[in-house]
T-cell receptor, first 108, second 110 residues
Framework: AQRVTQPEKLLSVFKGAPVELKCNYSYSGSPELFWYVQYSRQRLQLLLRHISRESIKGFTADLNKGETSFHLKKPFAQEEDSAMYYCALNNAGNMLTFGGGTRLMVKP | ETGVTQSPTHLIKTRGQQVTLRCSSQSGHNTVSWYQQALGQGPQFIFQYYREEENGRGNFPPRFSGLQFPNYSSELNVNALELDDSALYLC?????????FGPGTRLTVL
């Protein structure tokens, strides 16, 4: 069965420090993975998807099929990056399986 | 602004009652998905509707049902409410492969 695991509930870093939010998945087919973000008092929104291989707000994520991981990285954290981050797997037709989420706190 | 709206914002019900939650999708988005997000957890997929037909369902019992209408609105109905149904309910409309989430309805079951 498909599963997405985010091992850290909370990640706290100082401004300017590197950030890595971990995501591991289990899926029998070819995975399609996303990162969603929810800023305070805002709705869930798409941050990036592995297919597009883009960098959004300085974040990147590389799909590692060998390690079944899709970690989210940013070299220098900003205070405005503080938010809840969810890794999600597309089972088929946009039916998403989400991880439990990681709260990122960037301290000044 | 994605244009996906949900009503009501908050709702309190008692165990055994029935509830209907509503979602208005962006115009032209013919797919709507519903998710349940319990406190401290990620969203869990309930079901999806495409052109007014259910075309996918997660691990939820039949007392969770839905409808999608031609005007891009949809409903989530839950019968025989249980305490564990207390959660934030999210709808997401999509066109092609991008989902746009609504702000959610917070349901509390007492």
């Amino acid at each position: 069965a498909q599963r997405v695991t985010q091992p850290e509930k909370l990640l706290s870093v100082f401004k300017g420090a590197p950030v890595e939010l971990k995501c591991n998945y289990s899926y029998s087919g070819s995975p399609e993975l996303f990162w969603y973000v929810q800023y305070s008092r805002q709705r869930l929104q798409l941050l990036l998807r592995h297919i597009s291989r883009e960098s959004i707000k300085g974040f990147t994520a590389d799909l590692n099929k060998g390690e079944t991981s899709f970690h989210l990285k940013k070299p220098f954290a900003q205070e405005e990056d503080s938010a809840m981050y969810y890794c999600a797997l597309n089972n088929a037709g946009n039916m998403l399986t989400f991880g439990g989420g990681t709260r990122l706190m960037v301290k000044p | 602004e994605t244009g996906v709206t949900q009503s009501p914002t908050h709702l309190i019900k008692t165990r055994g009652q029935q509830v209907t939650l509503r979602c208005s999708s962006q115009s032209g988005h013919n797919t709507v998905s519903w998710y349940q997000q319990a406190l401290g957890q990620g969203p869990q997929f309930i079901f999806q509707y495409y052109r007014e037909e259910e075309n996918g369902r997660g691990n939820f019992p039949p007392r969770f049902s839905g409808l999608q209408f031609p005007n891009y609105s949809s409903e989530l109905n839950v019968n025989a409410l249980e305490l564990d149904d207390s959660a934030l309910y999210l709808c997401a409309s999509s066109l092609e492969d991008t989902q746009y989430f609504g702000p959610g309805t917070r349901l509390t079951v007492l």
